[in-house]
């Protein structure tokens, strides 16, 4: 049987439109599948990366035992709005002494001092430590009970 040849002439602009529409459609979503595929070989790369790198700051400073690391952000929640564009992961660090029952307050609307001046900043918090054992522990981070910022600590190798 011999293969017709499909005459162009026939068929409809609508319809040309609506098979272009399909094959792009299909096209972006085998495209988006790639994507998410990589990304997801991505994303597990970088998690072990940060429990590696976790597991190194242990050993430098056994305060940072970490109890667990939580995914989180619109990668791990699935609401990143542009999905082709995967860039960024988040992860959520659970310091392991500090996570115990009454181990810590948390002051969630602190005063701020900043420039000589005390003001309230949305999303900051204050953790103030309950536990004296803690409050030694953590002596070189803590001012009147209260953690301060230490990611400008520098580490005595």
């Not at 690391?69 to 002494?97: A, C, H, P, Q």
């Amino acid at each position: 049987m011999a293969a017709k040849k499909l005459d162009d002439s026939k068929v409809s602009s609508s319809s040309k439109q609506s098979f272009s529409n399909l094959v792009e459609q299909k096209v972006l979503s085998l495209r988006r599948n790639v994507i998410s595929e990589r990304a997801e070989k991505i994303a597990e790369v970088v998690y072990r990366s940060v429990k590696v790198i976790l597991e190194k700051v242990r050993e430098l400073e056994p305060r940072f035992t970490v109890s667990e690391i939580l995914k989180v952000g619109s990668y791990f929640e699935g609401t990143k709005i542009n999905e082709i564009l995967v860039d960024e992961f988040d992860f959520l660090v659970v310091i392991k002494e500090l996570s115990q029952p009454g181990a810590i307050h948390i002051n969630k609307e602190p005063d701020v001092s900043f420039k000589g001046a005390l003001h309230s900043e949305p999303g900051l918090v204050q953790i103030k430590l309950q536990d004296d054992d803690l409050k030694m522990k953590w002596g070189k981070y803590v001012v009147d009970d209260f953690l301060e910022c230490f990611q400008q600590a520098s580490l005595d190798y």
